[in-house]
């Protein structure tokens, strides 16, 4: 069984910068995949990035050049770095672990952009 804590998600203001941590624990395998999604108050959920046990990453057109995905495999924790924030950033960002043909989700966290 594998459980994920996402953390981090605060007000915070337009420009600003913030920085969202992912705590997985339970039956972690070394060859795994991480992601972020996000949730906006009336949309679908959407990808954000996702980041390889290797550390390859891939992002979302929305979000490339302003966010960076990261993990410590040691910590089996991945981490998204957010610079210059935009209100259309505002929400809950979820976190994912793919492995062995699985898919296991996160709690999310709310991310608000505001001034």
């Known amino acids: 069984h594998v459980q994920l804590q996402a953390s981090g998600g605060c007000l915070v203001q337009p420009g600003g910068s913030l920085r969202l941590s992912c705590a997985a624990s339970?039956?972690?395998?070394?060859?795994?995949?991480m992601a972020w999604y996000r949730q906006a108050p009336g949309n679908e959920r959407e990808w954000v990035g996702t980041?390889?046990?290797?550390?390859?990453?891939l992002y979302a057109d929305s979000v490339k050049g302003r966010f960076t995905i990261s993990r410590d495999n040691a910590k089996s924790t991945e981490y998204l770095r957010m610079n210059s924030l935009k209100p259309e950033d505002t929400a809950v960002y979820y976190c994912?672990?793919?492995?062995?043909?699985?898919?296991?989700w996160g709690k999310g966290t709310l991310v608000t952009v505001s001034s």
């Open positions: 339970g039956s972690i395998f070394s060859n795994n995949v």
């Open positions: 980041i390889t046990s290797r550390g390859m990453t």
């Open positions: 994912k672990l793919s492995q062995r043909g699985r898919d296991y």
